[in-house]
C-alpha cells in the first residue's frame, strides 16, 4: 500500500480528527473511502455485483417449476 502526503490546513485537519472520532473511525478511512467513491469504488464488488446481475439473467437452472428432465434422459442408454 502506498503513503500519500498531504498539506492541509491545521483547523480543518483538527475539525476532520474530531469528526472522525466521533464516527468511530479514522481521518485515513475517511480518504481512503472517498479515494475508492471518486474512482469508482472497489472493482472487485463491482465485478461481484455485475457477474450476479448476469447470472440473474441467465435462462439456466431448474426454475420454479423444478427440473423437467432426469438423468436418463441426458444419456442414451
Given amino acids: 500500500m502506498a503513503n500519500l502526503t498531504l498539506k492541509i490546513d491545521d483547523d480543518l485537519l483538527r475539525r476532520a480528527r ?7 473511525t479514522s481521518v485515513n478511512a475517511v480518504i481512503r473511502r472517498y479515494l475508492e ?13 455485475r457477474f450476479l446481475a ?18 436418463d434422459d441426458l444419456y442414451d442408454r
Fill in 18 to 24: 474530531i469528526q472522525a472520532l466521533e464516527q468511530g
Fill in 37 to 49: 467513491a471518486f474512482t469508482g469504488g472497489d472493482h472487485r464488488a463491482q465485478g461481484l455485483h
Fill in 54 to 71: 448476469l447470472a440473474g439473467e441467465t435462462p439456466t437452472g431448474s426454475g420454479p417449476e423444478g427440473r423437467t428432465w432426469s438423468r
